[in-house]
């Protein structure tokens, strides 16, 4: 009996201790307006070797959770790439966001690589960028890979607004 005890504690501990070397992070205020917006999280993190991404659209949050830290940034990764954006639960898994916004005024800019799957999404990018001052117009659109904002502002004013609506994409 007190070997069948002993081996039942020492695989509770072996269990624990082999899932307390997860690592996980949640990422917050992500734009998840949807089924699609969900369904777009699970494909950009898909090839992540290792890594488990649980979107939560009613909470706004991505659950990243993987064997270590350089899976989890990956996984981070692979949904800014994928033109989602938010904030990070834990400062050693970084969002990185590379728009190549100048930080200067402009008439135009191109984005390309934002999340666009249905008419909530572009509702989002036109709300964002309605707060940023100058923006007159933009050419958004339901699954365009590339669109256009017109006016006069600052491209990183753009990208700001964007990130704060839980998206982002890169100037082209």
Request: one cysteine or more.
């Amino acid at each position: 009996m007190k070997h069948i005890y002993t081996s039942i504690v020492l695989a509770l501990s072996l269990t624990v201790s082999a899932y307390a070397a997860d690592v996980s992070v949640t990422m917050t205020d992500v734009h998840l307006c949807c089924p699609s917006c969900v369904k777009g999280v699970a494909k950009a993190t898909a090839d992540v070797s290792g890594l488990t991404a649980k979107a939560d659209q009613d909470a706004e949050t991505v659950t990243l959770t993987g064997p270590d830290a350089a899976t989890v940034q990956k996984g981070a990764d692979a949904l800014v790439a994928a033109g989602y954006f938010g904030k990070s639960s834990d400062p050693a898994i970084k969002i990185n966001a590379d728009t190549g916004a100048k930080n200067q005024k402009v008439q135009s800019i191109k984005i390309e690589g934002l999340h666009l799957c249905c008419g909530k999404c572009v509702k989002a990018v036109n709300e964002a960028l309605g707060t940023v001052p100058g923006v007159t117009g933009n050419t958004a659109a339901k699954g365009v890979k590339t669109f256009e904002v017109t006016g006069d502002f600052n491209d990183k004013d753009v990208f700001d607004a964007l990130q704060k609506a839980g998206l982002t994409g890169q100037e082209k």
